[in-house]
């Protein structure tokens, strides 16, 4: 077979995924595409910010075309690193400078780039479940383990018990994700402050330092005043990887950034190993423009009201028909427990109302559902009624 | 040390390069920037043709922002690979739909799906010197072996008694690119029927299929009529990466595609596997907004007229003063012989009259030197009696 032989099982998994999607076209053809309810995507339904159109047009008609559209440094454009340093400083306290950021293509990229600078084959890399199935294969690229901690479902912050047994000598990396996909949850300041003197314990314990990479697209997206911890605070090896897609509706467009503090140990040098590698992954580097738009764009951002309004309309329903789920204070997405053990009967079963959800198993977390409600209200307010006879079928109505 | 094994030889190198670039900072301070002639990069002077402004102002004007802006399919929007599948159909009398194109972040990310979709470790991967270097970090990246295949320095078509000896049962892909840099040749009709027929013989000969692999940023940058073969129409086993970084002076952006013709063998899992690879690499698509200008501006193309201009005020001169170098009929570089033998004491001595050029060992061709023309007229003329000067210290002028 020509396909390399570490490819294979990513091509057959995405053969399932490939399936859902086409199951979807296939609904929407025959029903029609307003009585599908399709809760199972994360593209952003509310629009990127006026402040992004504007900011395109200024650059077009200000900046010279060698400029807007030319090569930069790997790393990205100073003066755009410097601007995000600026505002966040200015938002949580921090002391960056343009030299402890990289511009990347996404966040997801942002990770790829941190684990290839850091993993040697067999080196862990710990997350938490329901985790983003992706984590996977982006450590698996670089020849790591994924070491996944089970979920507490109690109330979705992360098992730190577990966490703490499952730390070895291999351990070269922590992922977290706050807010959460799935979950919509907020890791709290005592949580982090617990996990950071965990980390701090094992590398002593180990002689080597263990690096949590905090993957945060979502903290923009946040309700009811809830306050995100910025975690290079907490914990000096700590690299956070951002991306516009959710903060500015922009995930088509792959513009993010990685911070690395200078309070990491060997900084200048995992920070010149990140660079090289956004270079010969293939990146090369963040796209120019969207660099330069993000620039004139640090105070915007998109209407999170929506986002809230949805939430707040979907979670009251799904309680009131006796579903179980925790209210997420961020992100756009429910995770529901399945009314029966195997949730992927639940979800078949959701389809004949035209709803499709994601399975917790595609999250390391099975009996659960994935709800995406970055959807237009109308498609929630048209799926109540679906909602309330599968409560009623699974008799969760009262 | 926190940094992963396979990434310090890249970061020691990267010293290198940093240097390099610190001496032309060092220089533009002391001398003035107008006075110092960098021939080094390969960032396009010419600006981006004026139909990419036009597109973009169209595009947000007409299209919503959840298109634009938003995730679609990881192998891009069917829409502008339906668009581009025609056009070259038309160019090149092929017969491409949109399932045999992917659009990349770039060409650099093209080439590095095509080897991780491709690449068990050790399987090997033949390029000629000279050759662009990054090649060599990109089949590590999968594990790979590089293996050189000398230099035709007579006139810089591909050595092929020697290609035809070192293709060993290890051999998984040829990594081919033309127009070249650095030297600005064209590969011949006749060079791409004989390499075919020899990738032939040996696909046979050990069972087995070998890809080639055509990297063509370069394609639309080419001089005195002359034509580059499409290479899918000369071997089955084709995948094309191309990008718009010098075609629309778009580097910045990353943007490109590959292209995996239906002849190729196991086609279909082919292009699922570089679809995945796109997702997991971290890129997960090409950058939306320029995707959709790319499919408003397939006709459009930058001004060769000025680096036509460039290549014969400079190559005249070169060799008027003395100089050995063959006449490019391509791209945007002159590869001269050094009139020493390490042509490193060249780039230095030529740094007296300010003039920076990269050595041709950066692309495994010591002895030669590479010469940027995509540089200002006004450098270039400025420049000459600095050339003057070095071939009468050498002793070449008549």
Known sequence: MLVSEKMRPLLENNSAIRAMFEEGKRMAAVYGAENVYDFSLGNPSV???????????????????????GYMSNAGFEDVRESIAASLNKRFGTAFQ?????????????????LKALLNPGDEVITFAPYFVEYGAYVR??????????????????????????????????????????????YSEETIQKMAKIMEKKQKEFGHAIVLISDEPYRELVYDGVEVPYLTKYYANTIVGYSYSKSLSLPGERIGYVVIPDEMEESSQVIAAMTIANRVIGCVNAPSLMQRVIARCLDAKVDVETYDRNRMLLYSALKEYGFTCIKPQGAFYLFVKSPVADEKVFCQEAKKYHILMVPGSSFACPGYVRISYCVSEDTIRNSLPGFRKLAEEYGLTN
Not at 51 to 64: G, H, M, Q, R, S
Not at 100 to 107: P, Q
Request: aromatic share 4%.
């Open 47 to 69: 629009p990127a910010p006026e402040e992004v159109k504007k900011a395109i047009y200024d650059i077009l008609e200000t900046e010279p075309s060698g400029l807007v559209h």
């Open 98 to 114: 343009a030299k402890n950021l990289i511009m990347t293509v996404g966040a997801a990229s942002g990770l790829n780039i941190a």
């Open 141 to 186: 690229n670089y020849d790591g383990v994924l070491v996944v901690i089970s979920p507490n479902t109690e109330d979705f912050q992360p098992n730190l018990q577990e966490f703490e047994e499952k730390i070895t000598a291999k351990t070269k990396a922590v992922i977290v994700n706050s807010p959460h996909n799935p979950t919509g949850v907020v």
